[in-house]
């Protein structure tokens, strides 16, 4: 037996989607709002789940350089399927310094600091005194991260005023900033953003797991459009 | 578990010098710390390729199993021709590989091939001994083909085949992204790689983001 609340599909008669006719209640939805929906069980409201499309949007990047993207153009020049392709796309993203487990760290991070300020001043002077890792704070290779201000533009533009969580994350980042020239990254805006929207860290980060889909799908695509193995043919890290 | 007979060709499969893109892409899966879950679904995807993975060790396996011992009847059947997700021209078993992988994967089909008391039927020792004629048709024979003439020759089902074929090649991925993952990213080249965009490019603008940080009421 088969417990389950997400959902029903009578063949032929009716798909009950949490309690919504999917067929009747639901078709008006964005994708996105729908797989928030799907995914919640909840619906948000229209204009925060486009607040949340529009940072998917802000971080489809199709660079085939980057360490997922990779992967789609590996598997694009040698013709694998996209279904096969999609997966283990989504399935190197699921990693420590980038991806998914970032994302997961990184709220970890926002969860950790605290509301009242001279608390929070506490809580800072001893994480730097003992060295931790704040997660969602600095990234390899270049000091800011051109999604920060993406992800203002799309809050301010949806006429969304910072909440708490996000008050929090830019100011360790301004105090970062100050002491360590380390500024907040996209993982812990978004974190921040989850959190202020009521999302726990596992509604963000299956709610997050195609955030790079985009990017894939156009790498895929463009190198299955090339010689067949040509995708740096050869090339050998070790 | 494989068959004893194939643990020469299984220790051929894994040598590195016929570490190819699959390798290298397991490796990239990991190298950001992902568990070798991710190695292991990379590598299996790549692997499932119909150029040198198992879209070409089936119907490699499928002509070889249907052939006579004839030159003639080989070039034509490993003439290239449309295949797989795109239609590449193809000759299952034949091409898609460096000049270095040609030879490493020709010398390993010698060493398994070539000596008739090492057992396995005639097919790779014909391949062994007509290589040039037949490879000026099919292209150099790649990892699928060494893999194909060995499982014939030695009577392997391909429900057995396709499973030793696919785990052999992944468990050497897996290896080489366990490695990758423990040098770590800082020896990993991402963006130090050529890169040669083609498309247009509109002119970068920039975000005030002191302006940005008013507006949604952080300053």
Known sequence: MIEAAAGIAELGRQVIVHGLDLHHDCLAMSLFEYTAFATLGRRLPPPRARILERIFIATGYPDARIWCNRIAGYLGSARVDPGYMLAAAVAASDSVAYGFRALRAAYDAQAAIPEPVPERERWLTATLAEHRVLSGYGRPMTTSDERIAATLLILAEAGERAGPALRRAFWLHDRLVAHKGIELNAAGAWAAVAMDFGLSRIELETLFTLMFAPGYLAVYIDQLARPPLAFLHGHQSR | ?219
């Open chain 2, 1 to 219: 578990m494989t068959d004893a007979k194939l643990w020469p060709l299984i220790a051929a499969l894994a040598d590195p010098a016929l570490f190819d893109e699959g390798v290298e892409a397991a490796r990239n899966a990991c190298v950001a710390g992902a568990s070798i879950a991710a190695a292991a679904i990379t590598a299996a995807a790549w692997y499932d390729n119909p150029l040198t993975g198992l879209g070409a060790l089936h119907p490699c396996m499928d002509l070889l199993a249907g052939l006579p011992a004839s030159l003639a009847a080989w070039r034509d059947a490993f003439t290239p021709r449309a295949h797989g997700l795109v239609g590449d021209a193809v000759a299952p078993g034949f091409g898609f590989v460096t000049p270095a992988h040609a030879t490493a994967i020709a010398a390993a089909a010698h060493r398994l091939f070539a000596d008739a008391s090492a057992g396995g039927a005639w097919r790779g020792r014909f391949f062994v001994q007509h290589r040039d004629a037949i490879t000026e048709v099919a292209g150099s024979l790649n990892a699928a083909g060494l893999a194909a003439l060995g499982f014939v020759d030695h009577a392997i089902d391909r429900e057995a085949a396709e499973r030793s074929f696919l785990c052999a090649r992944i468990s050497t991925a897996i290896a080489e992204a366990q490695g990758a993952r423990a040098r770590g990213l800082a020896r990993f080249p991402f963006f130090e790689d050529a890169y040669h965009y083609t498309g247009a490019r509109p002119p970068p603008r920039a975000f005030d983001l002191a302006a940005l940080r008013t507006r949604v009421g952080l300053d």
